[in-house]
């Protein structure tokens, strides 16, 4: 059975400042996504990481996927307020035949940027 | 370009109810999701659908059931609601596996049962 754990999961931060919040998966995948949740609404995608050592980044977010490891990061450089959310990582199930998809989602990092 | 599609946005039901929770969207994508998100968790995959006419369970299916008659329609019945079904829940879309793109969820439909 796969296992996604987060950790942490609640992170409080300073603005300006930088962390790393991880995501560990049981058993054997190559692909990874990163999402992000602010309360009440909706999921929205931020990375897709599909092979070993893949490394995303946009503006001060960087996702990075070590399959050998089962481990995935998520860098936050210099945080702002904005980046205040809920963030997610979800690993594909690889099934026997094909994957079709079927997402285990980790609990999730609530991440509060303070002034 | 509206994408997923979640109708009601909120609802409350009593204890034994039935009601179904409607998903659709406009993007042609073959590969429809229903989650649920209880409080303070991730989401959890109720059913799945790879094309019109194809379902299989997910994660947590029992007490509920879908059909999918369309490429653009995946609706999510609930028969006889229970109170461990209050929860967020959640539609997702995406195109074929092989393209590396990620799902793409609906708003949710926010459900007490009382």
């Known amino acids: 059975e796969l296992k996604v754990e987060q950790n942490p999961l609640f992170l409080s931060m300073q603005e300006g400042k930088n962390y790393t919040i991880y995501c560990n998966y049981s058993?054997?995948?190559?692909?990874l996504y990163w999402y992000r949740q602010d309360p009440g609404k909706s999921l929205e995608s931020l990375f897709v990481?599909?092979?070993?050592?893949a490394v995303k980044q946009e503006g001060r977010l960087m996702a990075s996927l070590d399959t050998k490891a089962r481990l995935s990061t998520l860098h936050i450089t210099a945080a702002v307020h904005d980046l205040s959310a809920t963030y997610f990582c979800?690993?594909?199930?690889?099934?026997?035949?094909?994957?079709?998809?079927?997402?285990?989602f980790g609990k999730g990092t609530k991440l509060s940027v303070k002034p | 370009n509206a994408g997923v599609t979640q109708t009601p946005k909120f609802r409350i039901l009593k204890i034994g109810q039935s009601m179904t929770l409607q998903c659709t969207q406009d993007?042609?994508?073959?590969?429809m999701y229903w989650y649920r998100q209880d409080p303070g968790m991730g989401l959890k995959l109720i059913y799945y659908?790879?094309?019109?006419?194809?379902?299989d369970k997910g994660e947590v299916p029992n007490g509920y059931n879908v059909s999918r008659s369309t490429t653009e329609d995946f609706p999510l019945r609930l028969e006889l609601a229970a109170p461990s079904q209050t929860s967020v829940y959640f539609c997702?879309?995406?195109?074929?596996?092989?393209?590396?793109?990620?799902?793409?969820f609906g708003d949710g439909t926010r459900l007490s049962i009382l």
């Open positions: 979800a690993v594909e199930m690889e099934r026997v035949g094909g994957s079709q998809g079927n997402l285990i």
């Open positions: 997702a879309s995406s195109y074929l596996i092989s393209s590396n793109q990620p799902q793409h």
């Open positions: 058993t054997t995948s190559d692909r």
């Open positions: 659908s790879v094309g019109a006419g194809i379902t």
């Open positions: 990481l599909l092979s070993n050592g």
């Open positions: 993007m042609n994508h073959n590969y």
